[in-house]
């Protein structure tokens, strides 16, 4: 596609819920990064794939937060047992996977857990 | 820890004015993004600033960084409606495995007809 896709574009949860956000980076891009953006802040940083391995996941705020990339290419958030605190904006970005390289995002999945 | 500070955090300003937005960092880094966010949108890339003393220029825009100083400027020249916006610095680290953004807390522009 011409860009980072991500679906759905918003999602209402009931506390305890498990919920899954999908990525489609552009094709070809090597790394895709997820960012989490709460409201009126900038993103912060989630974790981080180059192709299928998972490189770095060190904000990923609780064990309760996972991301795959099984096959190098589309990835998914998965967020088990909501809570409240996780209400925020979900962002997914990629780049070509060289250093220095632009991250292109999408528009994100607005998380609302009730 | 990285702390990516903007200043201000919220502009209004009327239409034909000028005024610059500040992205200071906290750590050394010699590469730094603006991106623009429109409400409901995707973060739209700006500027890639690659070493100090870089200047890059687009429309009304113009960035710069001075990496000894940590800080860099995005200008805004005879602001017109259009630039309304969410405008966010963010330093690219360079981890031991990869690269990661930590972004500023963005600046609200609202440009006044």
């Known amino acids: 596609g011409a860009g980072v896709s991500q679906s759905p574009r918003y999602k209402v949860a009931k506390r305890g819920q498990d919920v899954a956000l999908r990525c489609d980076p552009i094709?070809?891009?090597?790394?895709l990064f997820w960012y989490q953006q709460a409201l009126g802040q900038g993103p912060e940083f989630l974790t981080y794939?180059?192709?299928?391995?998972?490189?770095?996941k060190s904000g990923l705020p609780s064990d309760r937060f996972f991301a795959e990339r099984p096959e190098g290419s589309v990835s998914t958030l998965k967020i088990q047992r909501t809570q409240q605190e996780d209400s925020a904006v979900y962002l997914c970005?990629?780049?070509?996977?060289?250093?220095?390289?632009?991250?292109?995002f999408g528009a994100g999945t607005r998380l609302s857990v009730l | 820890e990285l702390k990516v500070e903007q200043n201000p955090l919220f502009l209004s300003m009327q239409e034909g004015k000028n005024y610059t937005i500040y992205c200071n960092y906290s750590?050394?880094?010699?590469?730094l993004y603006w991106y623009r966010q429109d409400p409901g949108k995707s973060l739209e890339s700006l500027f890639v600033?690659?070493?100090?003393?870089a200047v890059k220029q687009e429309g009304r825009l113009m960035a710069s960084l001075d990496t000894k100083a940590r800080l860099s400027t995005l200008h805004i020249t005879a602001a017109v409606h259009d630039l309304s916006a969410t405008y966010f610095c963010?330093?690219?680290?360079?981890?031991?495995?990869?690269?990661?953004?930590?972004f500023g807390a963005g600046t609200i522009l609202r440009v006044k007809s």
């Open positions: 970005a990629s780049s070509l996977g060289l250093i220095k390289n632009i991250q292109y």
């Open positions: 094709s070809g891009h090597v790394s």
């Open positions: 794939f180059q192709n299928e391995a998972q490189l770095d």
């Open positions: 750590t050394t880094s010699d590469r």
């Open positions: 600033l690659l070493s100090n003393g």
């Open positions: 963010a330093v690219d680290i360079d981890g031991e495995y990869g690269n990661k953004l930590v």
